[in-house]
């Protein structure tokens, strides 16, 4: 399949990425965990958990700590929002 400049654009806009902080603060609530505890663990305040919570993206380095504190690739869920939304012309 050839795709042409307008093609990329429209599936670039119509692919909904998932918001990875709401993600994030889900995984966490879903393993009983509190917000105190991921603070902890990420070495940072409490306000700041909820700003990643508030992100719609977030840094690798960011994701890739998250992801071994939580034990959740949340690289996979990104790579699986982009396979999900795949469109032919």
Not at 3 to 26: D, L, P, Q, V
Request: glycine residues 2%.
């Amino acid at each position: 399949m050839e795709y042409t400049h307008k093609s990329i654009i429209k599936a670039i806009y119509s692919t909904t990425m998932i918001h990875i902080g709401k993600r994030i603060e889900e995984t966490l609530h879903e393993q009983g965990r509190s917000v105190t505890w991921f603070a902890i663990q990420l070495c940072c305040t409490r306000p700041n958990v909820y700003k990643i919570f508030h992100k719609e993206n977030i840094d690798i380095h960011l994701l890739w700590r998250i992801s071994c504190i939580l034990q959740h690739d949340f690289f996979q869920d990104l790579s699986d929002s982009i396979s999900t939304n795949t469109h032919s012309d």
